[in-house]
């Protein structure tokens, strides 16, 4: 099982950015995907999450309260990568973003004890 993540950079406040974690060695539909991010001198904290397919949806999904109405995380099964579609972007967003998985529920949560595998990180800045 590995997950990759990509797509961090430099933004403005107020600009975009899409993270993407693109798994291998299982299929991502499967499992319960997270992202988790880590800013300096700070504990890593849980951003999203969606769960495992039931075939009729594409997973239930979780927001911290710091994510919701900006961030929106999805699934795409044709390339077995998650995504963190990022908008509205505030200097307080500036951390690194890690994505990580679970095996298979039908619900999840964005507390860090309950995944298994990780990503490397991706740097996300955001200037004011």
């Known amino acids: 099982v590995q997950l990759q993540a990509s797509g961090g950079g430099l933004v403005q406040v107020g600009g975009s950015l899409r993270l993407s974690c693109a798994a291998s060695?299982?299929?991502?539909?499967?499992?319960?995907i997270g992202w988790f991010r880590q800013a300096p001198g700070k504990e890593r904290e849980g951003v999203s999450c969606?769960?495992?397919?039931?075939?009729?949806?594409?997973?239930?999904?979780v927001y911290a309260d710091a994510a919701k109405g900006r961030f929106t995380i999805s699934r795409d099964s044709a390339n077995n990568t998650a995504y963190l579609q990022m908008n509205s972007l505030k200097p307080e967003d500036t951390a690194v973003y890690y994505c990580?998985?679970?095996?298979?529920?039908?619900?999840?949560?964005?507390?860090?004890?309950?995944?298994?595998?990780w990503g490397q990180g991706t740097q996300v800045t955001v200037s004011s």
């Open positions: 060695g299982f299929t991502a539909e499967y499992y319960v």
């Open positions: 969606i769960s495992s397919s039931d075939g009729s949806s594409g997973g239930r999904i």
């Open positions: 990580a998985a679970a095996h298979f529920r039908l619900e999840c949560t964005i507390e860090e004890n309950d995944y298994f595998y």
